[in-house]
DNA sequence: CGAGCGATTGAACAGTTTCAAACCAAGTGG
DNA sequence: CCACTTGGTTTGAAACTGTTCAATCGCTCG
């Protein structure tokens, strides 16, 4: 039952290889396995970080909020990502991480991981590179959300998370979880909750997604992919995880 | 005339405290020191990386191409940034990192960046936080350019821009380097050529701000701020390096 | 002088927001 | 078991922000 050492293996073995003794080394890993519920937030803007984030089950989601009220989300977490590794390297966190439904998430000491990551050369370099990946994440969002239209905006992002489902293995019969309310993919793409309403609908019209239920159901990823104008480059997959695209 | 250590520790520096042996250890960085031209690509998306890029005089973007001719601007250099540090992790770059003026550039193989990081921890801890300032930095574009308005949205840019100047001790007379067309400020905020023009005249007649010949002038850094709704702490600035703001 | 790049202008148009109301399903308390 | 609340979705119409297209202008450089 070493849940969270064999997560973070999934994990690291997502963006490189994995020696056997590096894998030994983190299914070592100890942390504290935490039920969140939907909405508590995890990690607070302004704390002071003391651990490393790791989904286990569920759905998180980033984002920072405005003085007047509105929010701008980031980045959406599914079950085997680590949300917040580089928080080893902050004195202050700057942005929200919290549970968009019911989460099972692990809590891992920093102390921890900056010991492995000394220790083993390799894994630092893996946890740097799912760094990078994630920066890689941010600049496509921003494209995302500054150039393209709503409806192909939406087709992206659903894109993004259907590609990566598939990949963690938590995609069931072309549909995975995507337990959002119209409200929270506006403030992801930059929309407001009315104008998603009714871009859903014209999406749902040509029958290549849906999305309801607080799942997203995906007829055709090709045509999706292309409505989208989505290239899966920036998502780094290795081979062998392949997309279900081309 | 070692420019390129001596730019390494200033930027370094400037996420973080140096002890004198790092200093000295960053001091001996040798990398070779490069003229680029105006508009001229430096990293390429696609290529293999082998060095680190400095700034060391001049004015730098990074940008992504899109099928359809458009493109994304998803940061800007000035002399002391460190645009590619995260290349070390990478085996292929996915974005381009591009001279918008003539320019001067270090290039610092990888090797020496690695071995100098092994070697020293805080080091490494400090290219890491210079990485996880720039994530940062992604996060605020994408709700620039998803939540505020044509003219807030700028505003917020040209307070990046000039406080970043001035950390850099950039600032002349309350103006600094900005030698950007108005179809970049396009590219980089999300809207076309013709509405940056309108928007800039508006911005102009309130007397905050104004951007012609290559340069930025800031008249009332406060008044621009908070027409901005511009929040500095994104930008991790440290004491010592005090933002012209409150 | 002519070429070329960038800034500027105008008018019609499209996409998105705003506001306000209605609707629906699920959950709660009397 | 019904009435009521709550959270989320759906609808309509008007107002607004930003885009498109096409033309003009001004400056710099060969």
């Not at 089950?57 to 580089?86: K, T, V």
């Not at 239920?213 to 055709?220: A, E, K, T, W």
């Not at 292309?226 to 997309?243: E, K």
Request: proline letters at 4%.
């Amino acid at each position: 039952m070493r849940v969270i050492g064999e997560t973070l293996v999934k994990h690291l073995g997502r963006v490189g290889e994995l020696s056997p003794e590096d894998r030994k080394a983190l299914l070592d890993v100890k942390g504290e396995v935490r039920l969140t519920r939907r909405h508590e937030d995890i990690v607070k803007a302004g704390s002071v970080p003391a651990f490393c984030v790791l989904v286990l089950r569920g759905f998180l989601q980033r984002y920072n909020s405005r003085r007047d009220g509105s929010r701008q989300i980031h980045s959406f977490y599914i079950a085997g990502d680590a949300p917040s590794m580089e928080s080893i390297h902050l004195e202050r966190m700057d942005n929200n991480l919290c549970a968009v439904v019911n989460s099972e998430v692990a809590l891992i000491p920093h102390a921890q991981i900056i010991a492995l990551m000394a220790e083993r050369p390799a894994v630092q370099a893996l946890v740097w590179r799912s760094a990078v990946s994630q920066s890689s994440l941010y600049r496509e969002w921003l494209m995302r959300n500054s150039r393209l239209p709503a409806d192909a905006a939406m087709a992206h992002l659903f894109c993004e998370m259907y590609i990566r489902s598939n990949v963690g293995g938590l995609v069931d019969q072309n549909s995975c979880e995507m337990p959002l309310t119209q409200e929270m993919l506006a403030d992801a793409l930059g929309l407001t909750g009315v104008h998603v309403n009714r871009t859903l609908q014209s999406l749902r019209e040509t029958g290549l997604v849906d999305h309801k239920n607080g799942r997203l159901f995906v007829h055709d990823v090709r045509k999706l992919a292309s409505f989208a104008d989505f290239d899966p480059s920036y998502l780094h997959l290795r081979n062998g995880h392949a997309a279900p695209l081309s």
